[in-house]
């Protein structure tokens, strides 16, 4: 069932676990599958999930006393089915996932307002090529039966990347289609 709404914010008592809600938002925002948290400023951001339509990564200014969220921005994810975002180190590019069509970009953020800004470079794993999967065509993959898996396997699915965590300049990119991880040299320039 598709939910009325997208985001809600919560703050949580750290002594008992309590949940209390803060603030719902109340435009219209395409099923957010994951949402990032800038480390040092109040910006948090989300990524839509759809195979029929292109991602988009959205950008929101979170107020810290009420938890309410406000758009800066959105722009478009480079693939379907956004899914994953990473910030490197200095917080200046955002590595972003697409699992239906398995591409990776990297978007600048903008140091001022903290915004996503223009795509910086893109990974394509299919080199262009279309999928052999079809979105009209629904296939139940928790089934993990052999028609479901032949159909996920025929295309690759990148589905996170994580920087490592010492020096941040290697990305590792789980492909779920492939079954392998892919190993990049990140350089944020």
Same mark, same amino acid.
Request: net charge negative; glycine share 8%.
């Given at each position: 069932?598709?939910?009325? *709404?997208? &985001?809600?914010?919560?703050?949580?008592?750290?002594?008992?676990?309590?949940?209390?809600?803060?603030?719902?938002?109340?435009?219209?925002? @395409?099923?957010?599958?994951?949402?990032?948290?800038?480390?040092?400023?109040?910006? &948090?951001?989300?990524?839509?999930?759809?195979?029929?339509? !292109? %991602?988009?990564?959205?950008?929101?200014?979170?107020?810290? *006393?009420?938890?309410?969220?406000? +758009?800066?921005?959105?722009? +478009?994810? %480079? %693939?379907?089915?956004?899914?994953?975002?990473? &910030?490197? +180190?200095?917080?200046? /590019?955002?590595?972003?996932?697409?699992?239906? /069509?398995?591409?990776?970009?990297?978007?600048?953020?903008?140091?001022?307002? $903290?915004?996503?800004? #223009? @795509?910086?470079?893109?990974?394509?794993? /299919? /080199?262009? +090529?279309? @999928? *052999?999967?079809?979105?009209?065509?629904?296939?139940?993959?928790?089934?993990?039966?052999? $028609?479901?898996?032949? !159909?996920?396997?025929?295309?690759?699915?990148?589905? #996170?990347?994580?920087?490592?965590?010492?020096?941040?300049?290697?990305?590792?990119?789980?492909?779920?289609? @492939?079954?392998?991880?892919?190993?990049?040299?990140?350089?944020?320039?």
């Amino acid at each position: 069932t598709e939910a009325k *709404k997208s &985001l809600y914010t919560f703050w949580m008592d750290t002594s008992d676990g309590q949940m209390v809600l803060l603030s719902i938002v109340e435009e219209p925002c @395409m099923n957010p599958a994951f949402a990032r948290f800038h480390p040092t400023e109040n910006t &948090l951001y989300t990524c839509t999930e759809s195979i029929a339509e !292109e %991602g988009a990564i959205d950008s929101w200014k979170v107020d810290p *006393k009420s938890g309410r969220l406000s +758009k800066l921005g959105s722009c +478009k994810a %480079g %693939g379907t089915s956004t899914c994953y975002i990473t &910030l490197d +180190k200095a917080c200046r /590019n955002m590595l972003v996932v697409n699992y239906w /069509n398995g591409t990776i970009g990297v978007f600048g953020i903008d140091k001022a307002s $903290g915004s996503v800004s #223009a @795509m910086r470079s893109m990974f394509d794993p /299919n /080199n262009g +090529k279309p @999928m *052999k999967a079809q979105a009209k065509k629904h296939v139940n993959h928790s089934n993990n039966d052999s $028609g479901s898996q032949k !159909e996920r396997q025929s295309d690759p699915h990148s589905h #996170a990347v994580v920087l490592d965590p010492f020096f941040g300049c290697i990305a590792y990119v789980p492909d779920l289609g @492939m079954d392998l991880i892919r190993q990049f040299r990140y350089d944020s320039e």
